[in-house]
């Protein structure tokens, strides 16, 4: 749950200040997020306000602090009940898989009325307002993290592809999934790949052939979504999980992180390549032992 910019009919606490109806008020989530193996933990979570009367608010039950863990990935959501004293919360590892997202508000656990406070912003001095309950006083959007995924795995972008068979198609077909790209082939092609894929001589090959223009198909078209507007980054995670595994083979590669700035610019064609083990070029080596290996093996039988 992120609250961003959004805009309420009443003044409202943001840890962000340029975005808080409160002058000299400061609100702030903290908590220390680690893996035992078993659960995601999040540490000593609870909240830092130096507002009285919103702590007094807090304290007499008018007021609830909602720490909200979401996790698209597995459909998990829940809210857990945080003060500003301390509290380990433990969340099952299985729960949650890819990107989480933890935030935390202060919200209305009862009908409120004539809200006021001597630190509102100049635009709201003097005046009170009614507060319904379950609205958020005030906002952390928190962070987001990435939980639960094997790191031999998810460090090969390889492992994005799924190749199917198509008995109604006579080319190869890509299409972009959730949580994997998807490369479809006829009934015979799919046969044939399927006797050689497991050949380690062919990787490279068939990554060439297959998977190498299917990523540069997809990522040329997140790309334009990009320059277009039409998503972000944070979008494009949520959308498309598999672009969390190209993220991490960019950042393994290159020993950067993939920012929404170069994204927008990087080479589609290269960085397809450079991602898949330089699969064309290496392509061409394998081609080319195999090809002198059958010659030399040809040659002996003929003396």
Same mark, same amino acid.
């Given at each position: ?30 908590? @220390? !997020? ?5 659960? *995601? ?5 609870? %909240? &830092?306000? $130096?507002?009285?009367?919103? /702590? ?59 809200? @006021? !406070? ?5 635009? *709201? ?5 009614? %507060? &319904?309950? $379950?609205?958020?006083?005030? /906002? ?164």
């Amino acid at each position: 749950m992120q609250i961003g910019n959004k805009l309420f009919p009443y003044p409202t606490l943001n840890n962000v200040g340029l975005r808080s109806c409160f002058k000299e008020t400061t609100y702030s989530f903290k908590c @220390s !997020d680690y893996s035992d193996g078993k659960n *995601y933990i999040l540490g000593d979570a609870h %909240i &830092e306000l $130096n507002n009285h009367n919103i /702590i007094k608010m807090i304290e007499d039950g008018m007021l609830g602090i909602g720490l909200i863990v979401e996790c698209s990935a597995t459909v998990y959501r829940k809210m857990f009940e945080i003060g500003i004293e301390p509290r380990t919360i433990c969340i099952p590892i299985g729960d949650l898989r890819d990107k989480v997202v933890i935030s935390c508000y202060v919200y209305a656990k009862r009908d409120i009325n004539n809200f @006021s !406070d001597k630190d509102f912003l100049e635009e *709201y001095d003097g005046y009170t307002f009614n %507060i &319904e309950k $379950n609205d958020i006083i005030a /906002i952390d959007d928190g962070f987001s993290t990435i939980i639960d995924y094997d790191e031999n795995i998810d460090k090969k972008v390889s492992s994005i592809f799924q190749v199917i068979r198509d008995k109604s198609t006579d080319a190869m077909g890509i299409e972009m999934k959730t949580k994997k790209i998807i490369i479809t082939l006829p009934d015979q092609e799919f046969n044939n790949y399927n006797s050689l894929r497991t050949t380690d001589n062919y990787q490279n090959i068939i990554f060439s052939m297959m998977a190498i223009p299917a990523l540069q198909n997809c990522l040329k078209e997140l790309q334009d979504k990009i320059n277009y507007g039409e998503s972000d980054m944070d979008s494009l995670e949520m959308d498309y999980q598999w672009f969390i595994s190209v993220k991490n083979a960019y950042k393994k590669q290159f020993d950067v992180e993939l920012s929404e700035d170069t994204f927008k610019q990087i080479d589609i064609v290269k960085i397809s390549q450079k991602l898949l083990n330089d699969g064309n070029l290496n392509a061409i080596k394998d081609l080319f032992e195999i090809a002198t290996k059958k010659n030399l093996i040809g040659g002996e039988d003929d003396e």
